[in-house]
Nanobody, 126 residues
Framework: VQLQASGGGLVQPGGSLRLSCAAS????????IGWFRQAPGKEREGVSC????????YYADSVKGRFTISRDNAKNTVYLQMNNLKPEDTAVYYC????????????????????WGQGTLVTVSS
């Protein structure tokens, strides 16, 4: 499985960015993709997650109401629309692929994801 994350950049506080995660190299009909971020000196944390099928999405409390995760199954691509960005959103953002069924108590755990993308840097600064 290969994951290609893109869309990061420099944005002012209050601005928006859309990250993309293109997945390839798998044949499963089921998968879930999560977005994680890691700021300098901090642990990697879960941001959001979406399943390939069904309507389940998950968000960290810190991004609820500002970030929206979506998917295009035909393209095996997941998007993370980030609005009203804050300086504390600055981090390297990673997408990760899981063959497991994420739940509200597992989606943010790194160990349910088998493959990780290379990361894309998001910097929120004036």
């Amino acid at each position: 499985v290969q994951l290609q994350a893109s869309g990061g950049g420099l944005v002012q506080p209050g601005g928006s960015l859309r990250l993309s995660c293109a997945a390839s190299g798998f044949t499963l009909d089921y998968w879930a993709i999560g977005w994680f971020r890691q700021a300098p000196g901090k642990e990697r944390e879960g941001v959001s997650c979406i399943r390939r099928s069904g309507g389940s999405t998950y968000y960290a409390d810190s991004v609820k109401g500002r970030f929206t995760i979506s998917r295009d199954n035909a393209k095996n691509t997941v998007y993370l629309q980030m609005n009203n960005l804050k300086p504390e959103d600055t981090a390297v953002y990673y997408c990760a692929w899981s063959p497991k069924v994420p739940t509200s108590s597992s989606w943010y755990k790194l160990n349910i994801y088998d493959y990780w993308g290379q990361g894309t840097l998001v910097t929120v600064s004036s």
